[in-house]
Nanobody, 122 residues
C-alpha cells in the first residue's frame, strides 16, 4: 500500500487545516487507518485513527475536541480536519495502515506514507 499525505502548510494559531491521505490500493476499505505526527527532536506520536467503516474513531487526548478524522472509501482517502490549531501542533504529519495490536502505538502500523508539514505560528 502506498500512501501520500497532503494539505499541510503554515497557519496562525486558532486556524484550521485539512490533511488528506490518498491510498493506492483497492482494499483500502478493509483497513483501519491512523494519523501520527513527529515534531523536530521528538518521537512520533499518535494523533487519531479510524476504523475501516468509519464507525469508530480514536484520538490522542491532546487533539480530542479539536481534530476530526474521517474517511471516504470510495476515494481511498482518509482525512484529518484540524481546528483551533496551536503552536504545539507543529509537526510533520503521517498516515499509515494499522496492522494489529494497539491503535495508539506506531509499531502497530506500516505502509507509512510521506509526511506533510504543518506549521502553526503564534
Amino acid at each position: 500500500v502506498q500512501l501520500q499525505a497532503s494539505g499541510g502548510g503554515l497557519v496562525q494559531a486558532g486556524g484550521s487545516l485539512r490533511l488528506s491521505c490518498a491510498a493506492s490500493t483497492r482494499t483500502f476499505s478493509r483497513y483501519i487507518m491512523g494519523w501520527f505526527r513527529q515534531a523536530p527532536g521528538k518521537e512520533r506520536e499518535f494523533v487519531a485513527a479510524i476504523s475501516s467503516t468509519g464507525g469508530s474513531t480514536w484520538y490522542a487526548d491532546s487533539v480530542k475536541g479539536r481534530f476530526t478524522i474521517s474517511r471516504d472509501n470510495a476515494k481511498n482517502t482518509v482525512y484529518l480536519q484540524m481546528d483551533s490549531l496551536k503552536p504545539e501542533d507543529t509537526a510533520e504529519y503521517f498516515c499509515a495502515v494499522y496492522r494489529g495490536a494497539s491503535v495508539y502505538a506506531s509499531v502497530s502500523y506500516n505502509s507509512w506514507g510521506q509526511g506533510t508539514l504543518v506549521t502553526v505560528s503564534s
